[in-house]
């Protein structure tokens, strides 16, 4: 969305961005993902380590106890660009409830669904979309297993 209206961003911008982006999530919450999001549409290449950044504010940044299990789960978004239709395939091996997120550009969750199946092919109807950039996750049991990101571009 703001490639298509606003394709330079300032170096205003980019420094409030990154004073939200390179905070600790812990303490920052919700606008250190939002501002990092905001940052990846005009600098894609971007990376951040969490547990360093957490570490030099004081927070201890660590995995908890407990270990979730490796799993590998196999999904196809397409078209990408999608115009007025968008198609998931996906296939999990392991039983657990899945549940698929749609977050916009600016972090506003667009669909959550709950998947059923262990393999299966969704369509969603993109008109009631804006053009732009938008993130998924794929979640089981409530643990992200999969991320990615498609485009809507009428």
């Not at 939200?20 to 919450?29: H, R, W």
């Not at 999001?37 to 894609?44: D, G, I, T």
């Not at 393999?119 to 804006?130: D, G, H």
């Amino acid at each position: 969305m703001i490639r298509n209206t606003q394709p330079r961003i300032g170096k205003p911008q980019k420094g409030v961005w990154g004073v939200f982006a390179n905070q600790c999530p812990i303490s920052g919450g919700t606008a250190v993902f939002k501002a990092r999001a905001m940052l990846y549409l005009v600098l894609p290449n971007l990376k951040y380590d969490d547990r360093d950044i957490c570490n030099r504010v004081g927070i201890e940044y660590r995995k908890g106890e407990t270990t979730l299990p490796q799993i590998h789960p196999q999904i196809k978004v397409y078209p990408n660009p999608a115009d007025d239709k968008l198609t998931i395939d996906y296939r999990i091996d392991e039983d657990c409830n899945l549940t698929l997120e749609v977050y916009s550009a600016l972090g506003k969750q667009e669909i959550k669904i709950s998947l059923s199946a262990k393999s299966q092919t969704i369509t969603i109807p993109t008109s009631q979309y804006s053009q732009g950039i938008y993130l998924y996750r794929l979640l089981c049991n409530g643990n992200a297993i999969e991320t990615g990101k498609f485009n809507i571009n009428r």
